[in-house]
């Protein structure tokens, strides 16, 4: 089945049950989850008063635990029952932003409430991701499994489209009350809940699963390693989500340091960044077959060079504006790596690729983040923009120069057995030219003598 232009080309995973019913909650889902993180931030920068390095603390936090635990939750992935497995982390994280709307709301929350519910968060999202991602090609098959991961990032900006926005708007009506939007989070996990419940388990295409043996974990880093265009996929992920994928730390400094606005004008900066994310993730969905490597390359250095512009404009609207293509860009190269990972993959160790997959994607933030907070409090905002962008695009040109390398070494590996060939037993046209142009050898009379 190829992608077309039309709708139905687009939407075309839509058309499993399993799969509609799954997006559609996940919608809901993801709604309440991007005003939880828009009243996280917020919260933040209320409870520590402005302070870049605690909003990079707090991301941190959330994406910490995906170096420790992700490798495990893709372990478990391959082993048991992932529908299963995604009730029990959707109650958990629904249970955790319940439990900050309330203290919100109460009036007792301190900073220190929001960071620990931020690593458990993290924890559980550790676990959940590697699980998501895997259960996705057992909802639609392989088939269909490039235009469902297009149609995920689709669901999930679409999300960051509205979400943002609606949270500025409640939280601002609130008069800087963030209890809502946390409230509404909450209650938005019980449809993503329901989703996978109604699922019907024999339209599923499970892979066969892994028996708990030892040594599974470093199998999948040795199947990893044994592919060296997973390798370049893994490094990208890890340079790219260390020191680009920031801009939740970013727009927040931006909109209070540099343009002194309100809740409002976040979520709109926040809400550009998703329109342009929407973009990205519908031309991602016309994809019926694996990217190629340099398209990873090339996406990295425009995701890069766009980053760094963000930094360099002056003035609100046109940092709004360029926000649209930087964020078109970002989920370009974000789609395409994560369906070159999946697609390049055994089924039977692709919860273990895949989680290692989103620790390196995920689990440089820890780093990142709180970098790129002490650089935008330090030397201002826009410099943490910059720096992230300078390292994308210098990343994306290692890459290249790597996969030019490989390119020689083939085509010189490939000439190199014609060469010994010619050598040692030239064709008769050749060897009947080399004679002629080196005369009568010594003792013998030319042709026709």
């Not at 890890?238 to 809740?263: E, H, K, P, S, W």
């Not at 090339?298 to 404009?313: E, H, K, R």
């Not at 039977?348 to 780093?367: D, E, H, N, S």
């Not at 390398?405 to 037993?425: I, K, N, T, W």
Request: charged content about 10%.
């Amino acid at each position: 089945m190829t992608g077309t232009a039309d709708d139905a080309g687009v939407f075309r995973s839509l058309r499993v049950r399993n799969y509609r019913i799954y997006a559609s909650a996940n919608l809901v889902s993801l709604t309440g989850t991007w005003m939880q993180r828009i009243g996280q931030d917020w919260l933040v920068l209320q409870l520590s008063h402005d302070s870049g390095v605690a909003l990079g603390l707090i991301t941190a936090l959330q994406f910490g635990p995906s170096l420790l635990l992700s490798m495990y939750g893709g372990v478990l992935a391959d082993r048991y029952d992932k529908r299963r497995m995604l009730v029990a982390t959707q109650t958990l994280t629904g249970l955790a932003a319940l439990v900050l709307g309330l203290l919100v709301a109460v009036d007792v929350v301190a900073l220190w409430h929001v960071f620990v519910l931020a690593g458990a968060t993290g924890a559980v999202a550790a676990i959940d991701a590697p699980v998501r991602q895997a259960f996705v090609s057992e909802m639609v098959g392989p088939e269909l499994l490039p235009n469902a991961v297009g149609l995920n990032s689709t669901i999930f900006n679409g999300a960051r489209l509205v979400g943002p926005s609606i949270a500025g708007l409640v939280i601002g009506a609130a008069s800087g009350d963030t209890a809502p939007a946390f409230l509404v989070n909450a209650a938005s996990f019980a449809c993503t809940i329901a989703a996978l419940l109604a699922m019907r388990p024999g339209e599923l295409h499970p892979s066969p699963p892994v028996a708990r043996a030892k040594g599974q974990l470093r199998e999948g880093l040795r199947y990893t390693w044994a592919h060296p265009d997973l390798v370049l996929a893994m490094s990208l992920a890890l340079v790219l989500g260390t020191f680009a994928f920031n801009y939740q730390v970013t727009i927040a400094l931006m909109a209070r340091q540099v343009f002194d606005l309100g809740a409002e004008a976040f979520g709109l900066l926040s809400t550009c960044f998703a329109v342009g994310s929407l973009s990205g993730a519908l031309l991602s969905t016309r994809r019926a077959t694996r990217p190629r490597q340099r398209f990873l390359v090339g996406s990295a250095v425009v995701f890069g060079v766009l980053t760094i512009t963000c930094g360099l404009v002056p003035g609100y609207w046109a940092f709004a504006a360029l926000l649209v293509p930087t964020g078109a860009a970002g989920l370009v190269f974000s789609v395409a790596n994560n369906s070159f990972v999946q697609l390049g993959v055994d089924p039977q160790v692709r919860g273990r690729v895949m989680a290692l997959y989103f620790t390196c994607f995920m689990g440089g933030t820890p780093l990142g983040a709180p970098l790129i907070g002490w650089v935008g409090e330090t030397l201002g905002a826009p410099w943490g923009l910059i720096l992230g962008g300078a390292v994308a695009v210098a990343a994306g040109v290692v890459a290249a120069t790597v996969l030019a390398r490989g390119r020689r070494v083939r085509l010189e590996a490939s000439v190199a057995p014609l060469r010994l060939q010619l050598h040692v037993d030239p064709p008769a046209g050749v060897r009947a030219a080399a004679e002629a142009a080196a005369g009568p050898a010594p003792g013998r009379p030319a042709a026709g003598g």
